[in-house]
């Protein structure tokens, strides 16, 4: 059995910092989970364009308010607490923070937690 708590993971290496959005990695790929488990947060104002070409990602926030844009179809959803999202065709997306965004995200195949964005938005493939 594995047991973390959030607070005390934050300010360790499982504690990822990138522009505007921290992300502290629950689960990694050496957990041996097949997923992993990740409490990000997004400041207010930012907005972030991703592409998980090499990943599946589903998302649920927890807290904050803002949006996700498909940039494949300019379908945009409001988030807001209890909604779920899934890039199940590995949908390059646009957020939007208008508040502060607290998200639940699983990432399959699991991310190592040394992992940084590419210029495209992407993670590169898991070895």
């Known amino acids: 059995m594995i047991v973390r708590d959030l607070k005390d993971l934050k300010n360790t290496d499982r504690d990822v910092h990138d522009a505007k959005w921290t992300s502290v990695r629950m689960l990694l790929a050496d957990d041996g989970m097949g997923f992993s488990f990740h409490i990000t947060t997004l400041e207010a104002?930012?907005?972030h364009t991703f592409h998980y070409k090499n990943h599946f990602e589903s998302v649920y926030c927890i807290s904050g308010k803002g949006s996700i844009t498909d940039l494949a179809s300019?379908?945009?959803?409001?988030?807001?607490?209890?909604?779920?999202?899934?890039?199940?065709l590995h949908d390059k997306h646009t957020l939007r923070a208008e508040e502060e965004l607290v998200m639940a995200c699983c990432f399959n195949p699991p991310v190592t937690g040394k992992e940084?964005?590419?210029?495209?938005?992407?993670?590169?493939a898991a070895d």
């Open 45 to 47: 104002g930012s907005e």
């Open 74 to 88: 300019g379908e945009t959803h409001q988030i807001h607490p209890g909604v779920m999202y899934a890039l199940n």
């Open 116 to 124: 940084v964005h590419q210029a495209d938005g992407s993670y590169a």
